[in-house]
């Protein structure tokens, strides 16, 4: 059975700070990591990655995928309130339908 | 781009009484759409994808007979929950998928539901 975990679940921080977000998977026909943030509703996308130790970054968060180790990480460096979400990391197997399992999530509070 | 829409937002309905959810991909053509169910602090849990014009591939556990899923467009998929009790209140969410972006999903922004 296909498996994604998460590590810290819950992390606080202050405005400011950096923090790493971690995500291990064992999923058939591995294809793709993919990161999302949801807050009050449904996740949005934040990225895509297939290829092993190529970052990805957008403003303050970037990720990296080691297809090794089967794990990624996400960064966020100097974070503000308005990052606190639950993060979530899916695995993307190789199937016709392009399933997606998800991990439990780590909840990030961003104090100011 | 790729904006997923799903109606109603929230919606309240007695035990054993049906209900529908619409999810719709607004600006791109969806071959497939995933249902999502997500209880308080928990993730997702896919429940079914369904294709265009074919049957809905149903997760072990999930009754097929009590979440009927029918994707008859490329831009339109429902969810009807049937013969409701409360312990189905929870959030539904859809993705949705569009070829040309391989396994990237786009999320609807859920729906609420609540069985008395």
């Known amino acids: 059975e296909d498996k994604v975990v998460q590590s810290p679940l819950s992390l606080v921080v202050h405005e400011g700070d950096t923090v790493t977000l971690n995500c291990s998977y064992e999923v058939t026909n591995f294809r793709s990591l993919l990161w999302y943030k949801q807050e009050k509703k449904a996740p949005t996308f934040l990225f895509m990655l297939t290829s092993s130790g190529i970052e990805k970054k957008s403003g303050r968060l970037s990720s990296i995928l080691d297809k090794k180790e089967l794990f990624s990480i996400l960064n966020i460096t100097a974070t503000q309130t308005g990052d606190s979400a639950v993060y979530l990391c899916?695995?993307?197997?190789?199937?016709?339908?392009?399933?997606?399992?998800f991990g439990q999530g780590t909840i990030l509070t961003v104090h100011p | 781009g790729a904006v997923v829409s799903q109606h109603p937002s929230r919606v309240i309905c007695k035990s054993g009484t049906s209900v529908k959810i619409e999810c719709r991909s607004l600006?791109?053509?969806?071959?497939?759409m995933f249902w999502y169910r997500q209880f308080p602090k928990q993730s997702l849990m896919l429940m079914a994808t369904?294709?265009?014009?074919?049957?809905?591939?149903?997760e072990q556990g999930v009754e097929k007979d009590k979440f009927l899923i029918n994707h008859a467009s490329l831009t339109l998929s429902t969810l009807t929950v049937t013969s409701a009790h409360p312990e189905d209140s929870s959030f539904y969410i859809c993705?949705?998928?569009?070829?040309?972006?391989?396994?990237?999903?786009?999320f609807g922004p859920g729906t609420r539901l609540t069985v008395t």
């Open positions: 369904s294709n265009e014009g074919s049957k809905a591939t149903y």
């Open positions: 899916a695995g993307g197997g190789g199937t016709s339908y392009g399933k997606l399992t």
């Open positions: 993705s949705a998928r569009e070829r040309a972006l391989r396994l990237e999903q786009y």
């Open positions: 600006d791109f053509q969806a071959t497939t």
